[in-house]
């Protein structure tokens, strides 16, 4: 880590729960359209060039918890993906994220089960919707605490940092869940958005 009075300033991200319906917007749009820009970029200003990004894939078997949440039985199979994100300048990602994806879902299409395709011009969103699932709600839990060691290194948090951990779980049009989502936000950088839109009377 970083002494702290020779800390660089980082770069921000405003995540905005919007992000969900531009997401979406995107999933049937041309695959030149999706390629252009993802989600970080939407969320920091920059450029897909100014990133560097890495996804691993495995197989895992649904703990009960996760199985409890996808209404799966215990043990079915669960294809997780990690995901790091950083700005090519600095050498901590934006966000430490794991993805679960109840495997039987999405084997249809084999291009899902294999991380050298990512990344996926288009997101989950795109991804789903090429197997026929067309995300209906988003939901986000979030809570904050102080870092693990592992955290602390890996996000490179100045001292006394938190660490916002949100739990977003994607539903489809069915009412079942189709994506988990367990993401650790670096409390020094990151902003959350939330715009609620009131109907009128």
Known sequence: MIADDLRRPRTPMVRDNHRHQWEKDRARRPLATRAATGATEHETGLEPRDLVFHARYREVAAPPELAARFRVPDGTPLLERTYRTRCSTESAPFSLVT??????????????????????????????????????????????????????????????????????????????????CEVTLPGDRTELLFTTSLERW
């Not at 089960?113 to 989950?124: F, K, M, V, Y």
């Not at 693990?148 to 489809?172: F, H, N």
């Open 99 to 180: 993805s679960y994806l109840v495997r039987y879902m999405i084997a249809a299409n084999p291009e899902l089960l294999d991380d050298s395709r990512e990344p996926w011009p288009g997101g989950t969103q795109n991804q789903l919707y090429t197997v026929g699932i067309e995300v209906d709600r988003v939901e986000e839990r979030i809570t904050a605490r102080p870092p693990t060691p592992e955290e602390t290194r890996e996000l490179d948090l100045p001292p006394g940092a938190s660490v916002i951990l949100l739990r977003k779980t994607s539903y489809d049009i069915t009412d079942r869940a189709v994506e988990i």
